[in-house]
């Protein structure tokens, strides 16, 4: 599990908004998508050289209805082109590199000398 602010933030102090942590799961978008928005998905992703979606979906309350508690899942997508995962995957592995394990690193290097990543 990870967090993320509970709105997107202004940078100039004088607008700073009033944020908090909320809990978030990662999940890869592949799989979300419905077949209608595929198709439309699947263009814009090409046009802009996309190569990877994220999607960040947390619960949170929706009220109270019919007896009982209401909780809603919503969802945010992050789109990466090649050179942003790369990035992100360089600046993960630099910032928190002395706390991964070394069978983990071993890992990692495996799957990055793979031709096969399936």
């Known amino acids: 599990m990870a967090y993320m602010t509970n709105q997107w933030l202004k940078t100039e102090k ?3 908004r009033f944020h908090y942590p909320v809990s978030i799961d990662f999940k890869n ?4 998508y419905e077949s209608a928005d595929a198709r439309g998905r699947e263009a814009w992703e090409e046009k802009n ?3 990877f979606t994220l999607e ?5 309350d929706a009220g109270y209805g019919y ?3 209401l909780i809603e899942k919503t969802h945010q997508r992050i789109y990466f082109t090649q050179t ?6 360089w600046l993960l592995i630099r910032e ?6 070394d069978e983990y690193k071993l ?4 799957l990055l000398a793979s031709e096969d990543t399936e």
């Not at 978008?29 to 979300?32: H, L, P």
């Not at 928190?96 to 394990?101: A, K, N």
């Not at 890992?107 to 495996?110: E, H, M, S, W």
Request: net charge negative.
């Open 107 to 110: 890992k990692l290097i495996a």
């Open 14 to 16: 004088n607008n700073n």
């Open 56 to 60: 960040l979906e947390k619960k949170e």
């Open 84 to 89: 942003d995962v790369e990035f992100l995957i």
């Open 96 to 101: 928190t590199s002395g706390d991964i394990s």
């Open 49 to 51: 050289n996309i190569s």
């Open 67 to 69: 007896g009982k508690a």
């Open 29 to 32: 978008a592949d799989s979300m």
